[in-house]
């Protein structure tokens, strides 16, 4: 999933010498036959009237609508796709892995433009059904699936993942920080390690504790016990990769007044000033973008990469955090993404290329 080799040594990540993927509701949920009653997008300003209106389905990853994250904000670029592009869209939510194959099969045999499933847990699923209908369209977000009917819309999540990793690295006062994921999986690795190497850039004295993953992406109460752990071993700033489980790091932090860093959504408001930033991932971008694509004539399969150049990745505004932060450090983060972007920092994405910095 990474295209760059990191072979820099460590000392090149030293700040002296750069300034260098899950609803707070009840899940909706979807029987294996049939996908949820469809929600139909309105046409758009921007839409011909004389022209069919493309009809869009999505599939959700487990978590559903209302996890503030990453699911939201793929359905933000249905919405979005719903006023610029007057699309129609039906959307169903995934309670069980085993109900990705059949919701993926119902909107394929309704005949949709493109069926749009979200998160890598669904990739042997839509690995089988693309073959099954070579004629309809698919896109995955985060997954791989090599197919000629199949987009795979990837990020560059440890690029976003370092900005808010050297935030951390400039903001702790303890000089210890922590890690919270959800599936122990190469894709949440990816903000792991370039949120430390991030971290140790700002400050190479600083301790990224060992992270906790919790094997889920739904369970709230979970997540918030791993981050009571973190922060009772020093911590005083907590990133979380943990989709709607990661609302309980935010819930811990505001407990104890401390740090939380959001993902995927700008999750700033959900503890306003216990949220130190987010690292925002635009899900809803690829989505919007892929169907404008679609309609442009323009659909193409394989990969198609966001990235910082592309503001694909990157951080929140710092709504409720600016004025707690000194405005050096921001020019410094300025700087650092300005080399992430030249090619000048190479972010670790693995832990190999985490560990070829410090030699």
């Known amino acids: 999933m990474r295209n760059n080799t990191v072979v820099r040594s460590w000392a090149t990540w030293a700040l002296s010498s750069v300034l260098v993927v899950a609803s707070l509701g009840l899940l909706a949920g979807c029987n294996n036959d049939t996908p949820a009653p469809a929600t139909t997008g309105t046409t758009g300003s921007t839409a011909n009237p004389d022209e069919k209106p493309l009809k869009i ?6 978590g559903g609508l209302g996890d503030k994250s990453f699911n939201d904000s793929a359905w933000r670029g249905i919405q979005r796709a719903e006023k610029e592009l007057g699309i129609t869209s039906q959307k169903v939510e995934s309670k069980e892995e085993k109900d990705y ?7 394929a045999d309704e005949g949709l433009d ?9 990739e042997k699923a839509l690995q089988k059904v693309a073959a099954n209908y070579p004629d309809v369209k698919f896109a995955i977000v985060d997954g791989t699936v090599n197919a000629p009917n ?14 808010v990793g050297f935030l951390a690295g400039k903001m702790t006062k303890t000089g210890k920080v922590g890690f919270v994921g959800g599936m122990e999986l190469d894709l949440i690795k990816k903000f792991q390690y370039g949120y430390t190497a991030g971290v140790k850039t700002a400050n190479p004295n600083a301790e990224v504790l060992p992270a906790k993953y919790i094997g889920n992406w739904d369970n709230i109460d979970q997540a918030k016990v791993a981050s009571n752990v973190l922060f009772d071993g020093g911590a005083d700033i907590i990133y979380h990769a ?7 790091v935010i819930r811990a932090a505001k407990e104890r007044n401390l740090f939380a860093i959001g993902v995927d959504s700008d999750q700033d ?41 592309q503001n694909g990745v990157g951080i929140s505004d710092l709504t409720f955090t600016k004025d707690k932060i000194d405005p050096k450090f921001l020019t410094e983060l300025d700087e650092i993404k300005k080399k992430i972007v030249s090619g000048d920092i190479q972010v670790p994405a693995t832990e190999a290329e985490y560990n070829s910095l410090k030699k």
């Open 242 to 248: 943990a989709g709607r489980a990661g609302l309980g």
């Open 269 to 309: 408001g959900e503890a306003e000033g216990n949220v130190l930033t987010s690292m925002i991932k635009r899900v809803d971008e690829a989505v919007f973008a892929t169907i404008s694509d679609l309609k442009a004539g323009n659909f193409a399969s394989g990969e198609k990469w966001y990235d910082l150049a």
């Open 101 to 107: 194959e059949a919701n993926l099969t119902a909107f």
């Open 150 to 163: 199949v987009r795979m819309l990837k990020f560059k999540e440890e690029e976003g993942s370092f900005l």
């Open 114 to 122: 493109l069926v749009i499933a979200v998160g890598l847990n669904q």
């Open 57 to 62: 389905g999505i599939v959700f990853d487990r």
